[in-house]
């Protein structure tokens, strides 16, 4: 069959969230679908609802129902059939998934960077500053690196947190490297090496999710997985099921392709900062037992004040 021509004659609807961040990835997979299928975007036509997520803004968003917030209409609209896949922020994906609804593709990660603006480094904050985050890794990274500073909660969209920002609201504040990228706002603050400033589970990484049982789907999709970004998202996404991880929990980790392999590094905090535990695994790219098994070493090594956050084996 003639694949180029079987498509050619179809159309895709791609459901998205509508906030700016959003529809720049949306509009991105679409152009990346057109191109692995040589069709014109036309045919992949882009529908954004408004989530729960952005609706409500005014609390973190771990108080008000965590990541099912990002996804709950646009899984409604995917069971109706009124959309054939979603684009998400892997970041922003609950680590457990309804089996009726299929990881696809995932594309190739961006810069999985965390940059901080409002200061050239965690170390050159001033002294007791305030900074912005409402993600409990940032808060509890900061605090672990600088307990003299107040943290303050900041959602909102990257816009709303800079005029948040510019608003003096802050001194400083954080954002992905790869979101202010697919906005347009690459000269933003001062990008915080990777080595030694771990960022969230699945960042910088756009999942692709359609029906499980929609095969014309997930065919059209598999022509943008890119495999070293599924392998590093889904250890990552392992890691997390293993720690019994949610938006609750302070979990920072980097998977990379390493020789045949992954190298994956985790941290788990307490939310104050205070405690932390790190880990290390090199494993074979398809061996979602190897991150489980770090997450029940990390847990088993933790304090009590880092486990209560948890709901790991280990805990
Ligand atoms: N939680 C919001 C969110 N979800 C994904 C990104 C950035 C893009 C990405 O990591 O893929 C952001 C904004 C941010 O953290 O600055």
Redesign the pocket.
């Known amino acids: 069959m003639d694949t180029q021509k079987h498509t050619q004659n179809q159309t895709f609807r791609l459901g998205t969230r509508r906030s700016p ?1 959003a529809m720049a ?1 949306a509009e991105e997979t679409r152009d990346r679908l057109a191109r692995a299928h040589g069709i014109d975007p036309a045919h992949i036509e882009i529908v954004a609802v408004t989530a729960s997520g952005d609706r409500i803004q005014d609390r973190p ?1 771990a108080e008000i129902g965590g990541k099912a917030l ?1 996804t709950k209409e646009l899984d409604a609209w995917l069971d109706a059939g009124e959309i054939d896949f979603a684009a998400h ?4 994906v609950e680590t457990l998934r309804p089996d009726r609804f299929a990881i696809a593709a995932v594309l190739e990660r ?1 810069d ?1 960077r ?2 901080l603006i409002g200061a050239e480094s965690i170390a050159a904050i001033p002294q007791g500053a305030v900074v912005g985050t409402s ?1 409990p890794r940032r808060a509890a990274q900061l605090l672990h690196a600088r307990p003299d500073c107040k943290v303050v909660t900041f959602r909102g ?2 816009a709303t ?1 800079l005029s948040k920002l510019a608003a003096g609201e802050a001194d400083a504040t ?3 490297a ?3 990228q ?1 906005l347009g706002k690459t000269g933003t603050g001062h990008a915080l090496d990777e080595e030694e400033w771990l ?2 589970p ?5 999942l692709l999710e359609c029906r499980s049982d929609d095969a014309r789907t997930r065919d059209f999709l598999a022509a943008v997985d890119h495999a070293p970004s599924r392998a590093t998202v889904m250890a990552e996404r392992a890691l997390l099921a293993g720690l019994g991880g949610s938006c609750h929990s302070p979990i920072a980790v980097l998977t990379r392709p390493e020789g045949d392999g992954l190298l994956m590094r985790a941290a788990i905090f307490s939310p104050d900062g205070a405690e932390h535990i790190a880990g290390e695994a090199r494993f074979a790219t398809d061996d979602l037992a190897a991150p489980t098994q770090l997450a029940r070493d990390m847990l088993g090594r933790a304090p009590e004040a880092i486990t209560v956050h948890f709901e790991g084996a280990g805990a």
């Open positions: 961040l990835q968003l990002w922020s892997a970041k922003d961006a999985v965390d940059v993600a969209n990257v947190r954080f954002l992905a790869a979101g202010l697919r960022p969230a699945g960042q910088a990484a756009i």
